[in-house]
C-alpha cells in the first residue's frame, strides 16, 4: 500500500506563504481525485481544496483567492500553495487521494500561523 506523506508545513507569519507537498512512496495509479483538508484544534476536519483529473478545481470559501491546488507527478501528486495566511489557517493540513480501487491518506504537517 502506497502511503502518502505531507511536508511544507511550519511556523509563519501573518501574511506570509507556505507551499505543502503530498508525495507518495510509491506510484498512485489512475488517480482521478484528490484534495487538501485541515483540522484545527477542538474542530472538524474540513475540506480546502480539490482538484481531478480533469484539471477542475474547488476551492472552500474560506481560502478562495488565496490557496492554490496543483497536480505533479505519480510520485509527488499534490501540491498546496498558501499565500496571505491568516490565524485561522493554522491546523493541520492533509492530503488525501483517490484511485479506482483505493483512498489514500497522509499523517498530516503542521501549520503554524503566529507573528
Known amino acids: 500500500q502506497v502511503q502518502l506523506v505531507e511536508s511544507g508545513g511550519g511556523l509563519v507569519q501573518p501574511g506570509g506563504s507556505l507551499r505543502l507537498s503530498c508525495a507518495g512512496s510509491?506510484?498512485?495509479?489512475?488517480?482521478?481525485?484528490m484534495a487538501w483538508y485541515r483540522q484545527a484544534p477542538g474542530k472538524q476536519r474540513e475540506l480546502v481544496a480539490t482538484i481531478n483529473s480533469g484539471d477542475s478545481t474547488y476551492y472552500a470559501e474560506p481560502v478562495k483567492g488565496r490557496f492554490i491546488i496543483s497536480r505533479g507527478n505519480a510520485n509527488i501528486p499534490m501540491y498546496l500553495q498558501m499565500n496571505s495566511l491568516k490565524s485561522e489557517d493554522a491546523a493541520v493540513y492533509y492530503c488525501n487521494v483517490k484511485s479506482p480501487t483505493s483512498t489514500y491518506w497522509g499523517q498530516g504537517t503542521q501549520v503554524t500561523v503566529a507573528s
Open positions: 510509491g506510484t498512485i495509479f489512475n488517480i482521478y481525485y
